[in-house]
């Protein structure tokens, strides 16, 4: 619990300065909302063996293929990172950036889901007797 207190602590105070100096600097109230999500990030980081431990549980339990759970490692991956960046973005007045990382985000896990959509299509095919 005393974690999630520091990680609320340390982003309403990167919120407040960030406020403040985009008043005064604001060059630099963008830094400070980086710099607050990069070290946000790292408490996040540190569950992530905890994900990936239960997501691996899981994986034995039912006997799903790591091929599978690889690829959705990395779109979960692509997803926070482009959310991630595209919120910097916006903070900085970019939105027109923000959203070009949006489509290329979008477009990343459509051409990292291939191989599971070939996989569904195969097996449909195979249901159908073709």
């Not at 619990?1 to 600097?25: H, N, W, Y």
């Not at 039912?62 to 692509?78: C, D, F, P």
């Amino acid at each position: 619990m005393p974690e999630r207190d520091a990680t609320s602590m340390i982003g309403i105070t990167g919120v407040f300065l960030a406020l403040f100096l985009k008043q005064t600097k604001p060059e630099y109230a963008v830094c400070v909302s980086a710099g607050t999500g990069i070290l946000l990030l790292f408490p996040v980081a540190e569950r992530l063996s905890l994900v990936i431990e239960n997501i691996r549980l899981i994986q034995s339990a039912i006997s799903i293929q790591s091929a599978y759970i690889q690829v959705l490692l990395k779109i979960i991956g692509i997803t926070y990172i482009s959310e991630f960046a595209a919120d910097i973005c916006r903070d900085a007045g970019c939105a027109a950036v923000a959203g070009q990382i949006g489509v290329f985000a979008k477009l990343s896990i459509l051409a990292v889901s291939m191989p599971i959509v070939s996989a569904l299509l195969q097996t449909i095919q195979s249901f159908l007797g073709g």
